[in-house]
């Protein structure tokens, strides 16, 4: 299973983008998927979650600005994130909880960089 993340980039305060990631291989099921962060020199944080059934949590310091989906049929989990602000400048990373015919466990993509910058 491989998870592959898109739609960084630079954008300046105030502005918006959206995250993609969407998960590939021999997929039985797919649980929570959610979205972390890591700044420069900081630990990775969770940013957002959605579970199987539809339910959303944020950080706090994301909320009414951050919006999380998810699209089953397509094994991808979304990230629109409006308002940006610089304290938003990380590399995003996707995770989700696979269940494969052999396995289930957590699956990592690769990272995608936000900058929030004028």
């Known amino acids: 299973v491989q998870l592959q993340a898109s739609g960084g980039g630079l954008v300046q305060p105030g502005g918006s983008l959206r995250l993609s990631c969407a998960a590939s291989g021999t997929i039985v099921s797919i649980a929570n998927m959610g979205w972390y962060r890591q700044a420069p020199g900081k630990q990775r944080e969770s940013v957002a979650a959605?579970?199987?059934?539809?339910?959303?949590n944020y950080a706090d310091s994301v909320k009414e600005r951050f919006t999380i989906s998810r699209d089953n049929a397509k094994n991808t989990v979304y990230l629109q994130m409006n308002g940006l602000i610089p304290e938003d400048t990380a590399v995003y990373y996707c995770?989700?909880?696979?269940?494969?015919?052999?396995?289930?466990?957590?699956?990592w993509g690769q990272g995608t960089l936000v900058t929030v910058s004028s």
């Open positions: 959605v579970s199987l059934g539809g339910n959303t």
């Open positions: 995770q989700m909880a696979v269940r494969t015919p052999l396995y289930f466990r957590n699956h």
